[in-house]
């Protein structure tokens, strides 16, 4: 009886969880998609000097945007913690792989995000006087801009998603784990390409 009584509070303790990580899977791309999709409108294309003057006149509106990705790296703590929980009765060992490549994801996703408020600085010096002229402040913006992190964060999450889609399939939770494990594996080998190619079009996201 005692047995029976624990395997049932461990199945409505995964349960729980499940649903926490669920939730936080919806938090976590909203806010990514909140903040890409802000910047992205902000900028828009051309030259430096075009993007930062557009920059300037949405300076507020560009902070909330890497605000809502810094939150999402954030909440991505959450969502990894509430997946291993999860999954470690089914796999602890697996499950804390895939957690400690999901907490790179989180380390890495903000160094991106602080190279961002470089880039915000370099445009809002377009405005004020300072020993930079526009050419050196582009120049400045776009080598802050090529730093990997975006690529990195993603090869950090494709590895451990695709862990916790392996464990998912061992467990009671098989909806689409199999599918979740080609998908993690081949944005793996996309950002993987991106990092060696970063100049095919065919490799642009």
């Known amino acids: 009886m005692t047995a029976m009584t624990d395997d049932a509070g461990t199945e409505r303790s995964q349960r729980a969880y499940a649903r926490f990580a669920g939730l ?5 791309l909203a806010t990514h998609l909140a903040g890409v999709v ?8 051309g ?12 300076e507020e509106l560009y902070r909330i945007a890497l605000a809502c990705s810094l939150a999402g790296s954030l909440f991505t703590v959450l969502l990894a913690t509430g997946l291993y929980a999860t999954l470690r009765p089914v796999d602890r060992n697996l499950a804390t792989m895939a957690l400690l490549f999901r907490t790179g994801e989180s380390v890495v996703g903000p160094v991106g995000i602080a190279t961002s408020f470089a880039v915000l600085h370099a445009s809002l010096a377009v405005r004020d006087a300072t020993a930079f002229d526009a050419d050196q402040l582009g120049a400045l913006a776009s080598m802050f801009s090529s730093v990997a992190t975006t690529e990195i964060a993603a090869i950090f999450f494709s590895l451990g998603s695709t862990i916790f889609f392996y464990v998912f399939l061992r467990s009671t939770y098989k909806v689409m784990s199999a599918w979740g494990i080609f998908a993690s594996l081949c944005y793996a080998a996309l950002w993987f390409a991106r990092l060696i190619v970063p100049d095919s079009p065919a490799l642009v996201v």
């Open 24 to 28: 936080m899977y919806l938090v976590v």
């Open 38 to 45: 802000l910047v992205t409108i902000i900028t828009g294309d």
């Open 47 to 58: 030259a430096f000097d075009d993007r930062a003057q557009r920059i300037i006149a949405s």
